[in-house]
C-alpha cells in the first residue's frame, strides 16, 4: 500500500474551502463543507473527507447543484418543520436545518426537521456534534443512493443510510453513533478485488445473488447489511422517515452522486433534536450518564480485548491527537485535491 503522509489539517482545509469558493459557493457555505468533509478526516472517517472533494466538484461542474440555495421553512406543526433544500450542497442544507431543529427544541423540548431536495451530506457525526455543542440529544438520518439489496433481494435497492445518534455526556463524553446499514465500506471490497483476497464470508453476494468470498466477485455484486433482516429493516426505516415521510427521492431514486450525472440527487435528511432536561435536572441526567458509561467500562472484558469504549470515544480520541499532530493522507488523495485546485486556479499551498 502507498505511504500516507502527515499534512496539517488547518491547510487541508483552507485549500477545500478555496476549491469550492473558486467553483461559484458563497464563503460561508465553502467553509461549512469544508468544515464537515475536515472533521471526517480527523475523526478517522476517511470515507467521507476530503477524499469526495472531486466527486462534490463534478457535480457542481454539471451544474446539478444549486451553488445559491435559498432552502425554505414550512412550520407543520407546534414542533416540527419541514425545509425545501433548494438543491443546494447536502452540508449547507444539513447545518441550517440541525440549527433550526435546536432552535425549536430549545422552545419545545423536542423538534424534529424533515429536509427533502437536499444532496449527499456526507458524515452525520457532524450534526450530531452540533447538536451536542448545544446539548442536545440528537437523531440524524439520510437516505441514499442504491447500495444494498432489501433482505431476500439480490441487487442494490436501498441505501447505506446511516444510523446516527447523540446524546450529551458527563465526565465521560458523549455517546456518539454513527454507523451505516451496510455490513462493510464498499471501498474495502474494491481494495480486495484489486489484490485478488478474499474477504469474510457474510459480507458480500456475487452478481448472481451467491453468498462469495471472492473479493473480485464481491465487487461486482452487492455489499450486505450489517447483521442480515435487521440492518436492511433499519435502512429501510432511514428511507421512510428520510425519504417517504418528506417528501424527498425514495425507493431507489436517489441518484448516486458520483456516478449518474443526469440530475439533482433530491436527497432527505430527518433531524431531531431533544432537551436532556425533560425529564429531571441537566445536572442528574449527566451523572445517570456517567454511571452508565463508568459501569460499563468497568465490566469485565472479554478475551482479545483491553478496553471498553463508548460509541464515538475512539473518533473523539483520534480527533484530539489529529488536531495536534496532522492528519494521514496516502498520495490519491492529495492528487485528487492538487487535480481540483488546478483546475480552478487555486495555488495548493500544503508545505
Ligand atoms: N451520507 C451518506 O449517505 C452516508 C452513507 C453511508 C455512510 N456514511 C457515513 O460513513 C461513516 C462510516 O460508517 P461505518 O458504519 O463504517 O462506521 P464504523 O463501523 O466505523 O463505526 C460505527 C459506530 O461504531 C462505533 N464503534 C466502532 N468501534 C467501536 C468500539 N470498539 N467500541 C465502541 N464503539 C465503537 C463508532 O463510534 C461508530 O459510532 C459514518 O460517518 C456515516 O455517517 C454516510
Known amino acids: 500500500m502507498t505511504e500516507a503522509r502527515i499534512y496539517d489539517a488547518q491547510k487541508i482545509k483552507n485549500l477545500t474551502r478555496l476549491i469550492f469558493t473558486a467553483n ?9 463543507i469544508a468544515e464537515g468533509l475536515i472533521l471526517s478526516d480527523l ?3 476517511y470515507s467521507h473527507g476530503v477524499v469526495r472533494v472531486p466527486m462534490y466538484c463534478e457535480r457542481l461542474r454539471h451544474n446539478l447543484v444549486n451553488r445559491m440555495p435559498k432552502p425554505t421553512l414550512k412550520k407543520t406543526s407546534i414542533a416540527s418543520l419541514l425545509m425545501d433544500g433548494d438543491n443546494g450542497m447536502g452540508f449547507v442544507v444539513g447545518k441550517q436545518a440541525m440549527a433550526e431543529a435546536i432552535n425549536l427544541a430549545n422552545d419545545t423540548g423536542v423538534a424534529l426537521v424533515g429536509v427533502k431536495n437536499s444532496g449527499h451530506f456526507g458524515m452525520s457525526a457532524f450534526y450530531l456534534l452540533q447538536a451536542l455543542i448545544a446539548d442536545m440529544i440528537s437523531f440524524v438520518y439520510t437516505n441514499s443512493s442504491p447500495a444494498m439489496p432489501v433482505w431476500g433481494g439480490r441487487s442494490k435497492f436501498l441505501g447505506a443510510s446511516p444510523f446516527a445518534a447523540a446524546a450529551p455526556g458527563g465526565e465521560y463524553g458523549p455517546f456518539v453513533l454513527d454507523m451505516a446499514c451496510t455490513v462493510t465500506a464498499r471501498g474495502k471490497l474494491k481494495y480486495a478485488a484489486q489484490r485478488g483476497e478474499t474477504i469474510a464470508p457474510g459480507l458480500a453476494l456475487d452478481s448472481e445473488g451467491k453468498p462469495t468470498t471472492d473479493g473480485n466477485k464481491a465487487f461486482h455484486g452487492v455489499i450486505l447489511p450489517f447483521g442480515g433482516v435487521k440492518g436492511s429493516s433499519l435502512a429501510m426505516l432511514m428511507e421512510i422517515l428520510s425519504g417517504v415521510f418528506t417528501g424527498a427521492a425514495f425507493a431507489g431514486d436517489v441518484r448516486n452522486p458520483h456516478t ?6 433530491n436527497v432527505g435528511h430527518f433531524f431531531m433534536a431533544i432537551k436532556p432536561d425533560l425529564f429531571m435536572s441537566l445536572d ?9 458509561f463508568s459501569r460499563s ?3 469485565d472484558k472479554a478475551e482479545g480485548f483491553e478496553e471498553i469504549c463508548i460509541p464515538g470515544e475512539i473518533e473523539a480520541r483520534t480527533e484530539a491527537n489529529r488536531r495536534e499532530n496532522g492528519i494521514p493522507f496516502t498520495p490519491d488523495v492529495i492528487r485528487g485535491l492538487e487535480k481540483e485546485a488546478n483546475l480552478v486556479n487555486v495555488s495548493p499551498d500544503l508545505d
Not at 461559484?24 to 461549512?32: F, K, L, M, Q, R
Not at 442528574?284 to 452508565?292: S, V
Open 284 to 292: 442528574d441526567y449527566k451523572k445517570r450518564m456517567d454511571i452508565l
Open 24 to 32: 461559484g459557493i458563497p464563503e460561508a457555505d465553502a467553509e461549512t
Open 43 to 45: 475523526r478517522g472517517v
Open 260 to 265: 449518474d450525472l443526469t440530475g439533482p440527487q
Open 297 to 299: 467500562k468497568s465490566c
